[in-house]
């Protein structure tokens, strides 16, 4: 470490910290096809006199991560994680006539990965508690693990209209619901979402590539090497609004904007066909 960082405090001393521990983690990458897209009440009647639809944009509204203990393989947990997509859609319902509507699709998948196991019990303080409150008014936690899903906005691969079928043909495209919309997710929509609506004759479908990193923590106490303060070498800049083209005059021309990554710098994969295997060096 260098010394001129460090101030007057101590140096090198060995300080314990409370942080999460990664036990395990691992990243996928996803393809959802025909998941069927709930939409409004406007956007169905849309959809039953539309000729051709497109995805706008498609971006995640919310999640729900269920973690349950796997029998019998104690320290494994099968996390199921299911992802709220808002869909933007442009449907063609005459030449020269767009309508724009909006959905929600919904997708889920499970992994298995190791937690670890906690026979204790957690508890921590209240700091909004006051004198008159209960001293034993403490928040307890989980012994399971805390999980953690990194999911950037997926990539909306097709959409489209399919004839409604009868929910005892097994297509899951048909027969999906709506009830356990979070209240945040529902309240991003500007109407409300039909749960179902037996009258109506066509479904929209959307296939969705979802990019994914999934990882398993739990809190753990370590002794690390570090200062006891710092003091930064950098002084604040300010900027003078009366000549404010010299500050950027002194900024760095951002080449790498202008210059995307050749073939060669990502990983050698070709674009995916939509008719073929995906690339296997991929996964590597």
């Not at 999460?20 to 691992?26: A, E, G, T, V």
């Not at 169905?44 to 995640?60: L, M, P, T």
């Not at 998948?109 to 026979?119: A, P, R």
Request: proline share 4%; hydrophobic share 35%.
């Amino acid at each position: 470490m260098n010394e001129k960082f460090l101030g007057q405090g101590k140096r090198d001393s060995g300080v314990c910290i409370n942080v999460n521990r990664i036990l395990d983690s691992c990243r996928d990458k996803d393809c959802f096809e025909d998941v069927k897209v709930f939409l409004t009440e406007y956007g169905q009647e849309v959809v039953e006199r539309a000729g051709s639809v497109r995805v706008k944009s498609a971006k995640i509204a919310g999640s729900k991560i269920m973690v349950d203990p796997i029998q019998f393989n104690r320290g494994f947990y099968q996390i199921t994680v299911r992802m709220f997509t808002r869909l933007a859609i442009e449907c063609c319902v005459q030449v020269g006539k767009v309508h724009e509507i909006e959905g929600i699709a919904i997708t889920e998948k499970k992994v298995v990965l190791y937690g670890s196991e906690g026979n204790v019990r957690v508890f921590k303080s209240d700091t909004t508690s006051d004198f008159c409150t209960d001293a034993e008014n403490y928040e307890e936690g989980s012994n399971q693990p805390t999980v953690v899903v990194e999911c950037v906005d997926p990539v909306a691969l097709s959409v489209k209209i399919k004839e409604r079928c009868r929910c005892h043909d097994n297509n899951r495209c048909c027969c999906g619901n709506i009830e356990e919309l979070p209240e945040h997710v529902a309240a991003q929509m500007e109407d409300q979402i039909l749960e179902y609506a037996q009258h109506h004759q066509k479904n929209l479908v959307v296939t969705l590539g979802f990019f994914s990193v999934i990882r398993v923590e739990r809190p753990g106490q370590f002794i690390i090497h570090a200062a006891e303060y710092s003091v930064p070498e950098k002084q604040c800049r300010v900027i003078d609004e009366q000549d404010a083209c010299s500050v950027f005059d002194k900024m760095a021309f951002p080449f790498a904007e202008f210059a995307p990554p050749a073939l060669g710098g990502l990983g050698g994969c070709a674009p995916i066909p939509s008719h073929g295997p995906i690339c296997g060096d991929c996964k590597k």
